[in-house]
């Protein structure tokens, strides 16, 4: 029986036309309905647990569009945050964190990630209760590789170089760090599909520019564990997951870490993409986010040739990687009125 949530039924492998949409980074800084709950919060962290205005931030672009899904605003650094890393966010340069040594690696707490997290379940409760019947909810975490890279290197980093260097010459340290994010991730994500969520999604940020040997380490296998993990804890909900910038690589990750779909980032050979999936894999994404910001006959042309390039197949209208900030709120209704021929 078809799921009357389109988003869930696209999940489950059904082709839909026009087919179901969200947007990563829907709820964010491009609105002006967020910024205003932002500047009465006093830092991010404190924010993401704060489930009343998390869960207002959330329902924000479902009222204002209607998206198919609605994904809990969060962000993938709270795992770290949880398990006793210092975390905070610097205005204007992003995430900061005390890097990770071997002393501190051994301080890390899982059952304490569990418990410091459970506000971002309360956030799902709130916004399940208010989403319409049609509207799925989507829970997330960052994956362990993308993860590890910030705790390492201290914050973003352009090449991962640290991170990359720690997983070469100490693979037992690295590769121990890996299974406490796996653990840590999946029991937050099982709190989450308990708290409403009807999928969840793994966001691997930096799975690019991995020679094989290392992707298959600390991409596909640590992916591949939540999923099974999550499969033990009697978890039974869709999971998306999200190698961005994997290339050809992305075909092992789908075809061994167990994940329902694939979302693809805007810089995948949309002709090689075609041929290198299974038809009943679904999948997700490709709308370059720059497109999205400059709007106009380009965006509706996109659109178009996304449509045209996935139809037949089962796929959620997606974004290549987050909306960016500067991306006029108009552009975003274009999209959705020429996705849906409106």
């Not at 329902?260 to 090689?272: E, P, S």
């Not at 178009?304 to 500067?326: A, Q």
Request: glycine fraction near 8%; include cysteine; hydrophobic fraction near 45%.
């Amino acid at each position: 029986m078809r799921s009357p949530k389109p988003f869930l039924a696209a999940l489950a492998g059904e082709t839909l036309s026009p087919p179901p949409v969200w947007l990563m980074r829907q709820a964010g800084r491009y609105l002006p309905e967020y910024r205003e709950i932002r500047a009465k919060q006093p830092d991010f962290i404190n924010f993401c647990l704060n489930p009343e205005a998390a869960a207002e931030v959330t329902l924000q672009p479902i009222r204002r569009y209607d998206f198919d899904a609605a994904i809990v605003f969060a962000d993938i650094l709270l795992i770290p945050y949880g398990l006793g890393q210092k975390t905070w966010f610097e205005k204007g340069e992003g995430p900061k964190l005390t890097p990770l040594t071997q002393a501190t690696q051994a301080t890390l707490d899982i059952a304490r990630a569990r418990e410091v997290l459970k506000p971002v379940s309360e956030t799902l409760s709130r916004v399940k209760a208010e989403l319409p019947e049609e509207t799925a909810l989507i829970g997330f975490c960052g994956s362990p590789w993308t993860v590890a890279t910030y705790m390492i290197e201290g914050g973003g980093s352009k090449d991962r170089f640290e991170a990359r260097a720690l997983a070469w010459s100490d693979p037992e340290r690295f590769d121990a760090l890996l299974d406490t994010l796996v653990e840590a991730s999946a029991l937050y994500l099982a709190d989450q599909a308990a708290a409403g969520a009807d999928a969840l999604k793994l966001f691997d940020s930096w799975a690019d520019g991995l020679p094989d040997p290392l992707f298959d380490r600390v991409v596909i296998e640590p992916t591949r564990k939540i999923v099974a993990r999550l499969r033990e804890l009697g978890v039974t909900v869709p999971v998306i997951g999200f190698p961005r910038g994997a290339g050809p690589q992305a075909v092992r990750y789908a075809q061994k870490t167990g994940v329902t779909a694939l979302a693809l980032d805007h810089g995948v050979d949309t002709g090689w993409a075609m041929g290198a999936f299974p038809k009943t894999l679904p999948l997700q994404g490709q709308l370059d986010p720059a497109v999205l910001r400059a709007g106009g006959a380009m965006l509706d042309s996109e659109v178009d040739r996304l449509l045209s390039t996935w139809e037949g197949r089962p796929y959620v209208f997606n974004l290549g990687h987050g909306i960016h900030l500067n991306t006029p709120p108009e552009n975003v209704a274009q999209l959705l009125r020429r996705l849906r021929g409106a």
